[in-house]
């Protein structure tokens, strides 16, 4: 999984990238290249995580905010359908407001009014 995952850091925000695998004399990396088929075609390994656990949702809201803004309280119906306290939880407000402080979130400069922090 971890392989998957930063080979899909370079293409986020819809950019165009390309991820290059250099294989070295490890005993797994001789195994891949003999075998790649096992490499491309095995299924992701499921990952289980406690989404309560704040060190967690704390390094999740600070990709979050990277990838876009933040909208922890519902403010406009039209600027924000639906808050993202609904996809982080109601540990949010407070690990949002200890970020802010530390000075890892602040509002956002496109729009410093619409509530969303970035």
Partial sequence: ASLWQQAGRAGRRTQASLSIYIMYQSPLDQYFM??????FSATIERACIDPSNQKVL???LLCAAYESPLFPRHVDV???PTTDRAFFGSAMEEVVARLVVEGGLGRNPRN???????
Avoid: F, I, M, T
């Fill in 112 to 118: 410093a009014q619409d509530g969303s922090l970035w």
């Fill in 34 to 39: 003999s075998n790649p088929d096992s490499l």
């Fill in 78 to 80: 039209r600027a924000s």
């Fill in 58 to 60: 704390e390094k999740h």
